[in-house]
């Protein structure tokens, strides 16, 4: 368990910056590649640095204006966010890796790092062995993750089983 952990901390926190900035550069030194493949690369690869810049401007707001207590629901609509751009980025890239392009793995692990972040930063809602163990396996945080995508999510709308 703490093997894979330390992988996704690894993924969300090495490996999707890396791909972010090292694809820019990429993609600004060889624009010249255009084809109908690159072009769902380069969408796939714009919704990884949306997630990303999301994700960056989340931490700017915590730090600067306020906080987010433990189960906020604003919090939990960001990572829903965060988890669709980048779900979205990891299906566009896998598609625009049929042909050479500048964005060619750039996009696909750009999205699998991002959505690597997003997990990571939702399982620190709660102490995450605790509630592997307690939950079969499945931590209620992702439910809330689903819960603020397809509706809107209070603070009694469930509770942890810690």
């Known amino acids: 368990m703490s093997l894979f952990f330390a992988a996704m901390v690894g993924m969300g926190y090495l490996i999707a910056p890396i791909m972010l900035v090292w694809g820019w550069t990429r993609w600004t ?6 084809g ?28 600067v204006i306020r906080a987010f207590p433990f189960y906020d629901p604003m919090l939990l609509r960001i990572y829903a966010w965060g988890c669709l751009l ?50 079969g396996g499945s931590s ?7 819960d603020s995508i397809f509706g809107p999510i209070t603070s009694l709308s469930w509770k942890p089983n810690i």
């Open 86 to 135: 980048s779900a979205s980025g990891i299906v566009l890239g896998f598609a625009g890796v049929s042909k050479p392009n500048a964005l060619r793995w750039h996009a696909p692990l750009a999205g699998l790092g991002m959505l690597a972040f997003w997990i990571v930063a939702a399982a620190g809602e709660l102490r995450l062995t605790e509630a592997i163990y307690k939950s």
């Open 36 to 63: 109908p493949p690159f072009f769902l690369s380069f969408i796939g690869f714009m919704l990884s640095t949306a997630s990303g810049i999301l994700a960056v401007s989340t931490i700017v707001y915590a730090f």
């Open 140 to 146: 209620p945080v992702c439910f809330a993750i689903f």
């Open 29 to 34: 030194l060889r624009r010249d590649e255009l």
